[in-house]
Structure formats: C-alpha cells, structure tokens
C-alpha cells in the first residue's frame, strides 16, 4: 500500500507565494519521479514540474521562473514553491509520483488527494 498525502495550498493575493508538500509511504522499493499536476474548472489536468531522482526538474513553460521544485529523497518528499502567483494558477494541485513497489515490476504512477490552490484579490 503507498500513500501520497499533500500538505499547503489555500488562498492566496496575486503575486503572492505558497509552499506545497508531498509526502509518499508505504511499501516503496524506488521512486523514478515525484511532481505536481493541476486542474483548473473546465479544464484538462496539466503538468506543472516533475523532478527525476537524480533532480533533473521539468517545468511547464507557463510556471518557468515563478515555480521552483525540490526533492528530499530521503523522506519521499516533494516540495513546490510557488512564486509570483497569479488568477490564472488556481487550480486543484495534485502530487504525482512514479514508482516500483516490486523489484520484478515497473513503474506504477499514484496520485495525491489534492489540494486546492486559490489566487485572488
């Protein structure tokens, strides 16, 4: 059994900042990458930064230079800090995370609860 339970996310004034967290238990042999994704109303989920274990960071483009992402892998944790935030990145966050819980199986992706991320004046 492997849990991802979220931490952070609220309201927040334009050009503010939040910090959110991650954090993966249970059975778990490696992680290949942990990230967040996010889904706003009426919308598709999309990518918002994934990071490797070796912590090669990917972001979207529209979050380059606001977010930074960051990696403990001694705990299994993953932290977004979001920077500059604005109208538009309101969204339900969800942590992601792509990992081996059998040595003779590969990757298996599982989701956090999610958490929801208000930016408003």
């Known amino acids: 059994q492997v849990h991802l339970v979220q931490s952070g996310g609220g309201l927040v004034q334009p050009g503010g900042s939040l910090r959110l967290s991650c954090a993966a238990s249970?059975?778990?042999?490696?992680?290949?990458?942990m990230g967040w994704y996010r889904q706003a109303p009426g919308k598709q989920r999309e990518l918002v930064a994934v990071?490797?274990?070796?912590?090669?960071?990917n972001y979207a483009d529209s979050v380059k230079g606001r977010f930074t992402i960051s990696r403990d892998n001694a705990k299994n944790t993953v932290y977004p800090q979001m920077n500059s935030l604005q109208p538009e990145d309101t969204a339900l966050y969800y942590c992601?995370?792509?990992?081996?819980?059998?040595?003779?199986?590969?990757?298996?992706?599982?989701w956090g609860q999610g958490t929801q991320v208000t930016v408003s004046s």
């Open positions: 990071i490797t274990s070796g912590g090669g960071p």
């Open positions: 249970g059975s778990i042999v490696s992680i290949n990458t």
């Open positions: 992601n995370a792509l990992l081996k819980i059998r040595v003779t199986l590969g990757p298996i992706n599982y």
